[in-house]
């Protein structure tokens, strides 16, 4: 069963409501122990909506992270129109390599979703760190892969992921 080991000694804390992509990023960085990164004010810096500049997305932000810090290196898979078994295989393949990664979770049949980095997978369940709200700890949250599967295949948004190549 793929794992990141020690993944809860990363605590994740979302500190603006339209955060989610940058406190993902922080905390895949964190997790790797990447150096030369300022975390002092990392979320805010490239919450990009938030501050009116371009829209959170796996495009945006992970271009303007990697911008600042060359030296960091994040990619990005699209899988929609694709079987979700797909996209679960990547996440399968990127945890067993030790590559933390951020999924999009579709949050309802009309659109919507939210973004999540996932810790563990096994054939039953997909791990994630939900956050829940603005300063608040990240929680352990299993998610049943079928739901998921479902999700990606029968609702808009969410087909997406973005991981740390390390």
Request: net charge neutral.
């Amino acid at each position: 069963m793929p794992r990141l080991e020690n993944y809860q000694n990363i605590p994740l804390v979302q500190k603006r409501p339209l955060s989610c992509i940058p406190a993902g990023i922080e905390w895949m960085l964190c997790y790797k122990q990447v150096v030369g990164i300022d975390f002092s004010n990392f979320q805010e810096r490239f919450d990009l909506e938030g501050n009116g500049v371009l829209p959170n997305d796996f495009d945006c932000v992970p271009r303007a992270v990697m911008y600042q810090y060359p030296h960091v290196k994040l990619v990005k898979k699209d899988f929609s129109g694709k079987p979700g078994a797909e996209k679960l295989d990547r996440i399968r393949e990127l945890l067993s390599q030790g590559k933390p990664c951020l999924i999009s979770i579709a949050l309802s049949p009309q659109g919507g979703w939210h973004i999540a980095p996932v810790v563990e997978i096994d054939e039953k369940d997909v791990s994630v760190l939900y956050t829940r709200g603005i300063r608040v700890p990240a929680q352990l949250e299993k998610i049943p892969a079928t739901e998921l599967v479902n999700r990606h295949e029968k609702w808009r948004g969410g087909g997406d992921i973005l991981w740390l190549d390390v």
